[in-house]
Nanobody, 123 residues
């Protein structure tokens, strides 16, 4: 499956952005979909994931209550709505697809990755 993320940009602290990730090739419903981010000089970190049916989601503590992951399997697209953005949310955001059912927070659990979209939050 090929993934393409887009929707990043520059936003002021407190603002919102919506990231999208379009999947092509094998249908995205076959995968758990996740979002990760990587700030300069830091390791890639888990942000959120959503199960195949969309019935279950899981978030990193740092984004819980501010970010919402969702998916539209008919459109093979996963979204990350980011509200109340903070400067520390600045990073390149990646979408990823996993064929696993458990242990879904490490980047190593994901089989396919998009190219990343940059989010910059100014103070």
């Amino acid at each position: 499956v090929q993934l393409q993320a887009f929707g990043g940009g520059l936003v002021q602290a407190g603002g919102s952005l919506r990231l999208s990730c379009a999947a092509s090739g094998r249908a995205s419903i076959n995968y758990v979909m996740g979002w990760f981010r990587q700030a300069p000089g830091k390791e890639r970190e888990f942000v959120a994931h959503i199960r195949r049916s969309g019935s279950s989601t899981y978030y990193a503590d740092s984004v819980k209550g501010r970010f919402t992951i969702s998916r539209d399997n008919a459109e093979n697209t996963v979204y990350l709505q980011m509200n109340s953005l903070k400067p520390e949310d600045t990073a390149v955001y990646y979408c990823a697809a996993s064929s696993r059912y458990v242990n879904l927070t490490p980047p190593s659990s994901y089989d396919y990755w998009g190219q990343g979209t940059e989010v910059t939050v100014s103070s």
